[in-house]
């Protein structure tokens, strides 16, 4: 295997960590609570070291070199900087269609009940 497949599978593996490490996040955005920050991080920095492991003997790579974790390094900032704006971005879309739904379903609600209302007054 030539180092530019090695540099592929470290990549991957610093995105697959960052895709791993995303709700995560999330619980801690959820919670807003110190201690749950840290247990997330500590369970992220597991998760990360597992999935550079698996990643590392299931394409049989040689000793870890300083460009590996270069590279690991690079697949997560990448999936920082770039995947998780984007999976941002459709999440709040997502929400906002959402709140918008709910907003006209209500309205629609409360109209009916407004009109059986009037119309009971009127008889």
């Keep these: 295997m030539g180092q530019i497949w090695h540099v592929l599978a470290c990549l991957s593996a610093g995105l697959v960590a960052g895709a791993l490490c995303e709700p995560l996040s999330a619980i801690f955005f959820l919670t807003r609570s110190k201690a749950v920050k840290i247990a997330a ?3 992220c920095g ?22 590996m974790l270069f590279f690991c390094g690079a697949g997560f900032w990448l999936w920082r900087r770039s995947f998780h704006r ?5 999440a709040n ?8 739904s709910c907003k006209r379903i209500w309205l629609r609600l409360s109209r009916k009940l407004c009109r059986k209302k009037n119309s009971k007054n009127l008889s």
Excluded: E, G, W
């Excluded at 597991?46 to 460009?67: E, H």
């Excluded at 984007?86 to 459709?90: C, K, S, Y």
């Excluded at 879309?93 to 918008?100: D, I, Q, T």
């Design 41 to 43: 991080d500590v369970l």
């Design 86 to 90: 984007i999976l941002a971005f459709f």
């Design 46 to 67: 597991i998760v990360t070291a597992l999935v550079f492991v698996l990643i590392f003997t299931a394409f049989a790579l040689p000793d870890l070199r300083p460009y």
């Design 93 to 100: 879309k997502l929400y906002n269609k959402y709140r918008s």
